[in-house]
């Protein structure tokens, strides 16, 4: 039974889960393939293998999921920042203002830096480490890369690159001064249009962006629990100890979802011997 299938059908059919997880690749990732991720899979299922297996498929699960928590960081603070924006808008009308001076204009001032502050702060809120390595969506001009697949596949989440505090000047010296920075559209840089600007084509981005890696993080997390699953009926390790019987049931009904899952997305290879094979996996 699940002794005698070939590690070429586990793996090709787990694989094409993975890289079917999300049909539709948005505007906010490019595919890209690297050698340095590469892996190549043996031609015999043996314990060790399944282990290496296994330990490959959540690789790919936690590159994904580092992958989603950068998003979600860029996405709070790309939120705060829009509403710092608001803030912004409202302290510069005032400031335009010719009328205000002295103490009034000192204060508004001092509102308009601690807004600006408020942006660096949120954009800085935006990095998350990763290992060694740190990811900021908002700022990074390098894409981050995560993996898909264990053969080496990868997909690239684009980074803003925006400048610091997306441009604004770190003063408002004069009413003319803040009547430029409402004023100019969002071809100026350092214009409160342009940081508008910024903030929406971010959101937009990274909404996208959640959408794709969150189809293939799903995917992937019930590929890694189907092959655990595989692994635990197959070798009948501790983890099963407890109630060797009822556990082992429920390990292989979580691999027939996955089967199904794979069998419909290799719909058209039935004719395939070797893909015939997998609905004898858990026959």
């Known amino acids: 039974m699940v002794s005698n299938i070939t590690s070429f059908v586990r793996n090709a059919a787990i694989e094409q889960m993975l890289n079917q997880g999300s049909k539709t690749q948005s505007s906010a990732t490019q595919t890209t393939t690297t050698q340095n991720s590469a892996t190549t899979v043996g031609p015999a299922p043996t314990k060790t293998n399944s282990r290496s297996d296994s330990a490959q498929y959540t690789a790919v699960q936690q590159s994904l999921s580092n992958g989603k928590t950068a998003i979600t960081a860029a996405s709070k603070a790309n939120s705060d ?3 710092q924006l608001k803030n912004v808008k409202d302290i510069a009308t005032k400031l335009a203002d010719t009328n205000v001076s002295g103490t009034a204009r000192e204060k508004l001032q001092a509102d308009y830096t601690k807004a600006r502050d408020s942006i660096i702060a949120a954009q800085e809120k935006a990095t998350v480490k990763n290992g060694d390595n740190k990811t900021n969506l908002l700022t990074d001009s390098k894409n981050q890369t995560v993996s898909t697949n264990t053969r080496g596949g990868t997909t690239e989440v684009k980074t803003a690159n925006n400048a610091k505090a997306l441009g604004l ?14 004023s100019g559209d969002a071809s100026q840089a350092g ?14 981005t990274l909404k996208q962006a959640d959408e794709d890696i969150s189809k293939r993080l799903k995917t992937a997390t019930n590929v890694a629990k189907a092959v655990q699953g595989l692994e635990n009926a197959r070798s009948g390790n501790q983890e099963l100890s407890a109630d060797k019987a009822q556990q082992r049931e429920r390990a292989l009904a979580l691999a027939r979802d996955a089967s199904e899952q794979v069998k419909n997305q290799l719909g058209g290879l039935t004719g395939n011997t070797r893909s015939r094979s997998l609905a004898s996996l858990f026959g």
């Open 81 to 83: 920042i829009d509403a």
């Open 191 to 204: 214009s409160l249009a342009k940081a508008q600007q910024q903030t929406q084509e971010n959101s937009k």
């Open 169 to 182: 000047p770190e003063k408002i010296n004069s009413a003319t001064d803040a009547q430029a920075l409402l």
